[in-house]
Nanobody, 123 residues
Framework: QVQLVESGGGLVQAGGSLRLSCAAS????????MGWFRQAPGKERELAAA????????YYADSVKGRFTISRDNAKNMVYLQMSSLKEEDTAVYYC????????????????WGQGTQVTVVS
């Protein structure tokens, strides 16, 4: 059984930082693209960041460019999202996801989803 388990969410002040982690079990993700989607209340789920299986290719939504950094450790089956200079509009549930490629991820063609972790940014 494949499981993606997120951790690291919480309450943070605007301008602060958080690091999200995603642990994969039941599957080896070294050949999968990984990504972080987010869904704010009343809004559609959107792809915030994605990374190719090798780590050489990344994608960032315009709204997070320069503030978020996605990384992965294939040996540990882990994916991370370092979030800095957080804004209130970053408040959302963040979901870890796995897909065949970054292109598939961007098209929301996702193979596996995590259960989500809440990030709340307050002023």
């Amino acid at each position: 059984q494949v499981q993606l388990v997120e951790s690291g969410g919480g309450l943070v002040q605007a301008g602060g930082s958080l690091r999200l982690s995603c642990a994969a079990s039941g599957v080896t993700l070294s050949r999968d693209a990984m990504g972080w989607f987010r869904q704010a209340p009343g809004k559609e789920r959107e792809l915030a960041a994605a990374i190719s299986w090798s780590g050489a290719g990344t994608y960032y939504a315009d709204s997070v460019k320069g503030r978020f950094t996605i990384s992965r450790d294939n040996a540990k089956n882990m994916v991370y999202l370092q979030m800095s200079s957080l804004k209130e509009e970053d408040t959302a549930v963040y979901y870890c996801a796995a897909a065949i490629s970054v292109h598939h991820m961007a098209s929301s063609s996702v193979d596996y989803w995590g259960q989500g972790t809440q990030v709340t940014v307050v002023s």
